[in-house]
């Protein structure tokens, strides 16, 4: 089955400034160009950090508190301070950017966007070199196939090249990405490990599984219970 990755879902041109954008220049490049932030590359195309409307709008608030109050302000607002006084890329990107390989698989990158609470990641390659962006747009591009092609792979990969299970054996349904599959298998343990391949395949929303087995292995008959004795 194929292992979908980043690089099948990533944007591959990408807008990017340099650290010595300036801020007007930088709010240009983001509202001409419909994104919502940019990558800062150096001379060699690596990515040094990047710039969200995040760090932009923190100048649209002009508020200036008492001088004596500024050792007052939590790490917090004063880097928003800064940024709101920055007027180049430099100052105002966020450093070092969080990135992600072009290998690695969409699932990965869902989770690294999730625990850093970001939305978006710049993909690189084996030499660090920017070679496309993904989002969490992007990354839910995979439900947009259509039932037909995800009962392919899933005939075809997950039962067929990846179970060694004849897709003959099983009626498989697909209706708004939701699987059913019905038929017969073996041993009961390896419906579990059947559900759990079907549901990594892109574009799955759930599975309904109505599998039955010809031997209940879920336990070991030939191992007795244990009792504790107090």
Partial sequence: MKRHTVADVMTRRVVTITEDAGYKQIVETLTGRAVSAVP???ADHRVIGIVSE???IHKVDTARPEPHSWLL???RVRDARE???ADFARDLMTAP???ISEDESVAVA???MYTEGIKR???VDADSHLVGIVSRSDLLRPYLRSDEDIREEINDGALLRTMWMDPRDFDVTVKEGVVTIHGEVERRSSVPVLVGIIRSVPGVVDVI???SSHLDDGRDASVPPRFIVA
């Fill in 40 to 42: 800062v590359v150096d």
């Fill in 97 to 99: 950017a969080i990135t």
């Fill in 54 to 56: 995040a760090d932009l």
């Fill in 83 to 85: 940024k709101a006084n």
């Fill in 121 to 123: 990641l710049p993909v």
């Fill in 209 to 211: 599984e109505r599998v």
């Fill in 73 to 75: 302000e939590r790490k």
């Fill in 110 to 112: 869902a989770r690294l």
